[in-house]
């Protein structure tokens, strides 16, 4: 009898850590607009609207690679490569080939990630994270030398008109724009993706366990190859939509993504260890990572005060994320 | 009695596991100057009583006296500073550093600088005989030189016991043989040797006294003179097979399987028959060679050379999925680290190797998937409270039903066991037994591992010893008594 109510108080908790994240974007968001009504204009509804662009479609492809058990940190050279490649190559074959062509890039990257870490027989999340961390030096690099260093600007570079990029940039259909819609599509078929098909399940067991899976049957090698393709397109979608908003793009837009992308699967609930989240915690992650970043501008916070908070805050969710597995 | 040539008593000591008991009421007194042998299966309670006595474990109960002085919680590096050091059979070097580095580990400061340790070294290992350089890398070293520095690293502590578990696993037998001379002169320079082996010809060779342990508890301590070999044997198994095995079934038919060879690093030239329908018990210590021909079937392992033919057909196998396409089912040895995905339900364990068979374009069929689970519950009696329930709430035998019910959804021609029982309550035991049977009644063939000699015995239709990666003999357990079995597998 008196173990009921103490059962309950465990509920409670566990629903509170479980959906920690929703609970602290409800409260920055009331503390936010209490303290600066600004907060609540339309005008910084479209700024924050514009701000989840690239940022969720790179998160969205590394929530796989982290369910998987896996992490990729060749994200800020796939995103500067992807984006100086897709530029150069819109006056040579039009815009809307050269994107096709960045995400093909996207792809073919993510996929020699993946085939370098099976070949090296990395199956641990320790060696891909150095791996990934040589990979994204490369790819960097690469960016640096094919553009000789120079940043580009599309809005005055090129003679094109370039109107897709010009639609994701600015554009809007209906009260959403057009990369917040493109955003939800690919929210939508990944959602699809992980819960209903074979091979999204294959991610979440060859996390949960590499081994058991291995052993029961689970391309695990083709599934991690896999989920690094799956990460290198998702990035050049990033990759994409970020050119469009910045107008001059430098060949290192992508540092730091890697970064706040991790951070915002890991807020979200996806465990680090692998087998455990999916798209919808993420998307939760990103909205509180971009809503702090905002709230703080709002407020007046310094640049490197926000930094300090944005690490602090990694660590606490890892740290929660420990917890949850020590309890079980 | 007297007690003044006692080095080590050890009384009534009781050790428990969260859920095993692992040592009962433990007796043993050990002489100065003796060589003392430890024998027992797998799973004895033999290292669990080492562990105790170098201070990794802590003993539930009872009493330890070592050199005069009562022991209680003692801590690895007390009792090494004590006098009482352990060498495990896997070692316990830092590869990255030199020899004299490693025998004074942690005790530079007292040393007075590496000219010292090194000098301390050379010494050391003069006295016992040994020619290696004390700044050659430990990484660098072969098995018995590693051996010769830990023999040192525990003289260099003036120990009085050292505890030497398995020493002869990695060795050849000339290196054995120095080994077995190097024990003797310490013997005669007063150090107590515990010896802790399988292998009953050292024993006999070597040790002037032995305990046997069986279960956790001391079964005997005798002189070695007054012992032979089947009497300890007798004793090692003990347990009277009574009726808690169903009774097996006869159900061989022709060949289902043809392992031509096997070679691998450790395999020698493996080959054997399996038969429609019949349960073929594989028996051999702990390190044998056993999970290794298993693994190597199912592709779980790289093999050297793998010639298999099922149902006359040369099967070529790479991986586990090779395995499963040609009729192979592994329940794995680990169950919580192989096997299961311990934080995910009862349902995605049991279907998880049925993924794509219940998938049509990629996408995985709900219903079929709730069924499966729902099925293999019932007819496994899975006690769970839900397919949703996470497995790693379970106990051990409704996890390892888990993994069985995954196959039996597969339905595979030849399933191998890997320890099925192992750390399993004995009514679920029985469960497995008889879930066995019934493979093998309805045609399956089943590959049977296990370090509980009576269990292999009263299920399998065949017997193959395994012996340091080789095939030792074929038994029919029976009309072979346990005795000429377990002597074949012990080699």
């Known amino acids: 009898m008196t173990k009921q109510p103490r059962m309950g108080r465990q509920a409670a908790v566990d629903f509170l850590m479980e959906y920690l994240v929703l609970f602290v974007i409800v409260a920055l968001v009331i503390v936010t607009a209490i303290v600066e009504p600004r907060f609540l204009s339309a005008q910084n509804f479209t700024n924050l609207m514009r701000q989840f662009g690239p940022l969720s479609f790179v998160a969205l492809g590394m929530t796989f690679i982290i369910v998987g058990g896996f992490i990729d940190l060749s994200v800020p050279g796939m995103i500067s490569i992807v984006a100086m490649v897709t530029l150069s190559l819109v006056d040579v074959i039009g815009e809307l080939p050269a994107m096709f062509a960045g995400l093909v890039l996207g792809a073919a990257l993510g996929f020699v990630n993946g085939t370098t870490l099976m070949l090296a027989g990395a199956n641990t999340q320790a060696k891909a994270l150095f791996i990934t961390f040589g990979m994204s030096q490369i790819y960097r690099s690469l960016a640096l030398h094919l553009t000789g260093g120079f940043p580009m600007n599309w809005g005055t570079l090129f003679e094109h008109p370039m109107p897709v990029t010009r639609a994701l ?150 740290w929660l994320d420990h917890r949850r597995h020590a309890r079980g | 009695m007297d007690n003044s040539d006692v080095i080590l008593s050890v009384q009534n000591v009781n050790k428990s596991f969260p859920g095993v008991r692992a040592l009962t009421d433990a007796c043993i007194t050990v002489r100065k100057g003796t060589v003392h042998g430890v024998v027992g299966e797998n799973g004895a309670g033999k290292s669990t009583l080492m562990k105790i006595l170098s201070g990794v474990h802590t003993k539930d109960s009872g009493t330890i006296v070592f050199d005069g002085q009562t022991v209680e919680n003692t801590t690895p590096i007390q009792s090494i500073r004590s006098g009482l050091s352990i060498i495990y059979q896997e070692f316990n070097l830092v590869n990255t550093l030199t020899v004299g580095e490693n025998i004074f580990l942690g005790r530079y400061a007292e040393m007075n600088g590496m000219r010292n340790i090194h000098k301390n070294a050379r010494e050391l290992l003069d006295s016992i005989g040994s020619k290696i350089d004390t700044h050659k890398m430990v990484s660098d070293l072969s098995a018995a030189e590693k051996q010769m520095v830990e023999i040192s690293k525990a003289l260099s502590f003036n120990s009085k016991l050292i505890i030497m578990d398995e020493p002869s696993s990695s060795l050849t037998a000339d290196e054995l043989k120095q080994l077995f001379v190097l024990i003797g002169d310490l013997r005669k320079k007063g150090v107590t040797i515990i010896y802790i082996s399988h292998k009953l010809d050292e024993i006999f060779e070597l040790c002037d006294t032995v305990t046997i342990i069986r279960d956790g508890k001391v079964i005997d301590t005798k002189p070695i003179a007054e012992l032979t070999r089947n009497e300890m044997i007798a004793k ?116 998880m190797s049925s993924l794509w068979r219940i998938s049509k374009f990629g996408f995985v069929n709900a219903s079929k998937e709730k069924e499966i689970a729902e099925r293999q519950i019932k007819s496994l009696s899975i006690k769970a409270p839900s397919p949703h329930t996470k497995v790693k709430t379970l106990s051990g035998g409704n996890q390892q039903k888990c993994i069985m019910g995954r196959w039996l959804e597969i339905n595979p021609d030849i399933l191998i066991l890997d320890e099925p029982t192992r750390g399993i309550d004995v009514g679920t035991k029985y469960e497995i037994y008889l879930l066995i049977k019934r493979i093998a009644e309805n045609g399956g063939s089943v590959i049977m591992i296990s370090s509980e000699l009576p269990e292999v015995l009263a299920m399998s239709n065949r017997v193959l010893t395994i012996c340091e990666g080789r095939i030792s003999g074929e038994f029919n357990p029976e009309t072979d008594s346990a005795h000429t079995i377990m002597d074949a597998a012990i080699g």
């Open chain 2, 236 to 351: 090692m198994i003990g347990r009277e097979i009574e009726n808690e095995y169903p009774e097996r079934p006869h159900a061989a038919g022709e060949t289902i399987m043809n392992v031509e060879t096997i070679n691998t690093r450790k395999l020698k030239n493996i080959a054997f028959e399996l038969k429609k329908g019949e349960i073929l018990g594989f028996v051999g210590l702990v390190g044998a060679g056993r999970t290794e021909i298993v693994r190597a079937i199912y592709g779980a392992d790289k093999a050297k050379e793998l010639k298999i033919l099922i149902n006359g057909r040369k099967v070529k196998i790479k991986n586990p999925r090779d395995g499963m396409r040609a009729g192979v089912g592994l329940l794995p040895e680990d169950r919580k680290l192989e096997g299961l995905v311990l934080p995910f339900s009862v349902q995605a364990n049991v279907i």
């Open chain 1, 169 to 318: 940039s600015s554009g809007m259909w209906g009260p959403l724009s057009i990369s917040f819609w493109v955003f939800l599509f690919f929210l939508l078929v990944l959602y699809i993706f992980q819960s209903k098909t074979a091979l999204g399940r294959a991610i979440t067991y060859t996390g949960g366990n590499l081994t058991a899976a291995e052993l029961g049957g689970i391309p695990t090698k083709r599934v991690v190859v896999f989920i690094y393709t799956l990460c290198g397109f998702m990035v050049a979608v990033g990759a994409i939509v970020l050119f469009s908003r910045v107008s001059v793009t430098v060949p290192t837009v992508g540092t730091f993504f890697e970064r706040d992308a991790i951070m915002a699967v890991v807020v979200g609930g996806t465990s680090l260890t692998g087998g455990r989240g999916n798209v919808l915690r993420t998307v939760m992650g990103v909205s509180l990572v971009i809503l702090m970043s905002n709230c703080m501008n709002l407020l007046g916070v310094q640049t490197h005060a926000q930094e300090v908070v944005r690490g602090a805050i990694l660590v606490l969710a890892i």
